[in-house]
């Protein structure tokens, strides 16, 4: 609540009109670049490679949105202000060469890693290591349950999973 943010979609709404960086060259940090791009003044994608790791089509629509300033090849170094976010440093990856830019928010779109190595070979798991559920959040192997981030659920968020979770707890019982 005070000018870093890890969901777009959560906090977007609260930079109507504002400047706003997000951090990331996925998926996740496309999408919240769209998601901002109907509501904020400007946006800055910083992105540490030279090209994106996101799905082509997501990647045209962003280079189309004439309030998105695409900084490549560079990384953040330094957050600024007091009760709230006021700017940002980043550092070209290159030259070494920093900027400041000024700010009212960042969005940290890095992605996420599942940790489910240790449930390898005991319930099925999809090529990025989340665990398989149907609509009752039961895996693969009778009486074992799962929900949240860990599961092939699109949506990454508190309140799915603590949806899910109740969804589990149920069938379970």
């Not at 790791?53 to 953040?76: C, F, H, P, Q, T």
């Not at 960042?106 to 099925?124: Q, R, S």
């Amino acid at each position: 609540g005070r000018g870093i943010s890890t969901c777009a979609t959560c906090d977007a709404p609260l930079y109507s009109e504002k400047t706003v960086a997000v951090i990331g060259g996925g998926n996740s940090a496309l999408d919240a670049v769209l998601s901002l791009g109907k509501i904020a003044k400007k946006i800055y994608l910083i992105h540490r490679k030279d090209d994106f790791r996101g799905d082509e089509i997501l990647v045209d629509k962003v280079k189309n949105l004439k309030n998105v300033e695409i900084i490549y090849s560079a990384e953040a170094k330094k957050f600024e202000g007091d009760a709230f976010l006021k700017a940002m440093t980043i550092e070209s990856l290159k030259d070494k060469k920093q900027r400041k830019l000024d700010v009212d928010g960042v969005f940290l779109e890095i992605g996420y890693e599942v940790k489910t190595d240790f449930l390898k070979g005991v319930v099925k798991l999809d090529k990025q290591n989340e665990i398989i559920v149907d609509e009752r959040c039961r895996t693969s192997e009778s009486g074992i349950f799962a929900a949240g981030d860990v599961t092939i659920s699109p949506f990454k968020q508190t309140v799915i999973s603590a949806g899910e979770g109740a969804k589990a707890a149920l069938e379970a019982h």
